[in-house]
């Protein structure tokens, strides 16, 4: 049996204040990761292998992409005739496709990394959880998918705190560590002595992880 873990609740304040911050930041990475796609700049540590993670969500994100750009061109055409309509709504459509593109990109120029300083586990711009070799106990293929939205972090019943790094609700690696570690994510600092992470070839995984653990 596994339970989610708990944290004291936000007041509002901090809770508007958390929002805004993460807004910023996913703007910011977002064009960051046009720029790093644009010019093949991929954030891959030297001499590290790279491991892609956006199979199971790809072309759900090209539909989204393409459907806002046709979106964008169809709502110009409709609404030309009123100027003051027609440029804020046109820039508010421009927005949305870029944040999309980056999002996209984000996962694209952000592997997952393995190489000889340890692990780099990715999710999108805003999750990046470097990994030596000396924190590292093992790591092996499980699969695991859930139906219901269930907590980013679990803890089960003897008190082991796991991270769930999920690809439309699958995980199929496992990575469990010497001793618990605080990681940082987004939403704040959570104490763990497991990651379960998605990959799109989990045995190609295994085996760069076999050349250095």
């Known amino acids: 049996m596994t339970t989610s873990t708990s944290r004291p609740p936000r007041t509002?304040?901090?809770?508007?204040?958390?929002?805004?911050?993460?807004?910023?930041w996913m703007e910011i990475h977002g064009y960051q990761s046009v720029y790093r796609y644009v010019?093949?700049?991929?954030?891959?540590?030297?001499?590290?292998?790279?491991?892609?993670y956006h199979g199971p969500v790809l072309l759900l994100l090209w539909v989204f992409?393409?459907?806002?750009?046709?979106?964008?061109?169809?709502?110009?055409?409709?609404v030309r005739r009123w100027e003051p309509v027609r440029l804020p709504l046109f820039v508010l459509g421009l927005w949305g496709l870029v944040w999309m593109v980056g999002l996209l990109f984000g996962m694209l120029t952000r592997?997952?990394?393995?190489?000889p300083d340890g692990l780099r586990i990715r999710s999108g711009a805003e999750v990046d959880i470097a990994l030596?070799?000396?924190?590292?106990?093992s790591v092996r293929r499980r699969a695991h998918s859930v139906q219901e939205k269930q907590p980013g972090v679990t803890v089960?019943?003897?008190?082991?705190?796991?991270?769930?790094?999920?690809?439309?609700?699958?995980?199929?690696?496992?990575?469990?560590?010497?001793?618990?570690?605080?990681?940082?994510?987004?939403?704040?600092?959570?104490?763990?002595?497991?990651v379960d992470l998605y990959a799109d070839d989990p045995r190609a995984f295994l085996q760069e992880v076999g050349r250095h653990l």
């Open 12 to 24: 509002v304040w901090q809770l508007l204040g958390y929002l805004a911050r993460r807004a910023w």
């Open 132 to 137: 030596s070799w000396d924190d590292i106990a």
């Open 111 to 115: 592997p997952h990394a393995v190489g």
């Open 65 to 78: 992409i393409v459907v806002s750009a046709i979106e964008l061109v169809v709502l110009d055409l409709i």
């Open 39 to 52: 010019f093949r700049r991929p954030r891959v540590p030297p001499g590290a292998a790279a491991f892609s």
């Open 156 to 194: 089960d019943d003897e008190g082991r705190a796991t991270l769930h790094l999920r690809m439309q609700n699958e995980t199929n690696l496992e990575v469990r560590l010497v001793r618990p570690l605080e990681l940082r994510m987004p939403h704040g600092t959570e104490t763990v002595s497991q």
